[in-house]
T-cell receptor, first 111, second 114 residues
Framework: GQQLNQSPQSMFIQEGEDVSMNCTSSSIFNTWLWYKQDPGEGPVLLIALYKAGELTSNGRLTAQFGITRKDSFLNISASIPSDVGIYFCAGQLGGAQKLVFGQGTRLTINP | GAGVSQSPSNKVTEKGKDVELRCDPISGHTALYWYRQRLGQGLEFLIYFQGNSAPDKSGLPSDRFSAERTGESVSTLTIQRTQQEDSAVYLC????????????FGEGSRLTVL
């Protein structure tokens, strides 16, 4: 089946640092999304991207839909303790309603 | 409440027993999804409902897994003759039709098969 390769798998950073993670695929996606999951919770949508080349911000978060439609990145600026969690990229193939998820990036922040 | 509700939140069962997991979607959401998340892993698609029909059940891992949905409301995921490899968190999500991936997830049902 379709796979999304998400990297890095984990990050250990200092509070205040910027963070960057990305997702690539061999398939072309119509939609890219980024979700965050806190322990014991379901994932929550952070940013949705609908057009190749689109760059979207949500507060300290910025995400881009790659021009080839096969990749996306998420940046977090000036990280704070509540940014800790697991970040998942997800893609939606044309004609399919389901989302394909990456394996996640676990973010840990040292105060 | 206003969110997706799942029950039970935790279930411990013995190998070979059947389990039933329940999902109450957000009112008005016509699409409903089940995903499985093994420990430390990403989300694995199981099945998608539009109303009470399942146009995509391609992710169900075996014939021991089945799901149904009543109208545009409650869904149940049933696992028969559970195996240890079924241990995981089962996440339900709902959305408006054609919401282009904007899913709202419940907190999940954690299943442990001994």
């Amino acid at each position: 089946g379709q796979q999304l390769n998400q990297s890095p798998q984990s990050m250990f950073i200092q509070e205040g640092e910027d963070v960057s993670m990305n997702c690539t695929s061999s398939s072309i996606f119509n939609t890219w999304l980024w979700y965050k999951q806190d322990p014991g919770e379901g994932p929550v949508l952070l940013i949705a991207l609908y057009k190749a080349g689109e760059l979207t911000s949500n507060g300290r978060l910025t995400a881009q839909f790659g021009i080839t439609r096969k990749d996306s990145f998420l940046n977090i600026s000036a990280s704070i303790p509540s940014d800790v969690g697991i970040y998942f990229c997800a893609g939606q193939l044309g004609g399919a309603q389901k989302l394909v998820f990456g394996q996640g990036t676990r973010l840990t922040i040292n105060p | 409440g206003a969110g997706v509700s799942q029950s039970p939140s935790n279930k411990v069962t013995e190998k070979g027993k059947d389990v039933e997991l329940r999902c109450d979607p957000i009112s008005g959401h016509t699409a409903l999804y089940w995903y499985r998340q093994r420990l430390g892993q990403g989300l694995e698609f199981l099945i998608y409902f539009q109303g009470n029909s399942a146009p995509d059940k391609s992710g169900l891992p075996s014939d021991r897994f089945s799901a149904e949905r009543t109208g545009e409301s409650v869904s149940t995921l049933t696992i028969q003759r559970t195996q240890q490899e079924d241990s995981a968190v089962y996440l339900c999500a709902s959305s408006f039709s054609f919401s282009a991936g904007e899913l709202f997830f419940g907190e999940g049902s954690r299943l442990t098969v001994l």
